[in-house]
């Protein structure tokens, strides 16, 4: 009887300890199936990639490490493409990316007009990544990179913050590094609205995206104004294709007049 019942037992010890997200209560059946696509879909070695930003412009080969966020398909690439329209918001100003992953937000920006962008990650990888991007794109003398927690190691005010973070209310999972970009129970949102005033002009912005499926914990169109800032939606869109099927959302945070 046991011998029967052994492929059962390995089953439910492989879903319960190898593949915790469906055993996350925090998360819905959906919000679970979609965590579960994300993290399939970034299970690849470093590599590099052509992302195609507008018509006439793409990053040829965009380094993303092993383990970290591939920008494809998800709201990093929608950022990246609503940040070049809208340089208005940063050219000539001076920028902090926090979160900053593969690099993505802090090259376009640097590129589009920025006068000085100072990137920051938690992860070491990303921090790598990010790097060595920067230095492909010959942008050295424009972009700092740094390895800190949100603005541990920061020590300037800027025109603008940038903040992709992330966004379905869960622990992340430690065997599964990529992870850390996508969940978060909600303390990381709240502590970064806490601390981004300190580093934020008066008269500067806070852009953060947002992946509507995730809920109301991380929002920062709920989330925002408890901390005191001004918040308005900049952009929505309904994603057909890629990792994220759904609607993308950009807001645009300010602080308000005391």
């Not at 979160?99 to 006068?115: D, E, R």
């Not at 972009?143 to 903040?163: P, T, Y």
């Not at 800032?229 to 929505?236: A, H, L, P």
Request: aromatic content about 10%.
């Amino acid at each position: 009887m046991f011998l029967l019942l052994l492929p059962k037992v390995v089953s439910y010890l492989y879903e319960v300890f190898i593949n915790p997200i469906r055993y996350n209560m925090a998360l819905s059946k959906k919000q679970k199936e979609q965590v579960t696509r994300q993290i399939k879909g970034n299970q690849h070695p470093t590599h590099k990639v052509d992302i195609a930003l507008i018509e006439d412009f793409k990053l040829m080969d965009f380094i993303v490490y092993q383990d970290i966020l591939n920008p494809e398909g998800v709201a990093a690439l929608y950022l990246a493409q609503w940040l070049v329209f809208n340089n208005g918001l940063y050219d000539g100003k001076t920028v902090i990316d926090i979160g900053c992953g593969s690099g993505i937000q802090g090259i376009v920006m640097a590129q589009y007009g920025a006068k000085s962008v100072l990137s920051s990650d938690i992860a070491e990888g990303a921090v790598k990544n990010t790097r060595e991007n920067v230095t492909s794109y010959g942008l050295e003398r424009k972009v700092n990179v740094v390895q800190g927690d949100l603005f541990e190691k920061i020590d300037r005010k800027a025109d603008l913050i940038v903040f992709n973070h992330p966004f379905f209310p869960a622990e992340p999972y430690p065997e599964i590094p990529v992870s850390l970009a996508m969940l978060n129970n909600g303390e990381l949102i709240h502590r970064f609205l806490d601390d981004a005033r300190r580093y934020l002009e008066m008269a500067g912005r806070i852009i953060m995206p947002y992946f509507e499926m995730a809920g109301k914990v991380n929002d920062p169109l709920v989330q925002g104004p408890k901390h005191g800032y001004q918040t308005e939606m900049r952009f929505r869109l309904n994603a057909q294709d890629g990792l994220q099927k759904g609607n993308i959302l950009i807001y645009e945070l300010g602080q308000k007049a005391r």
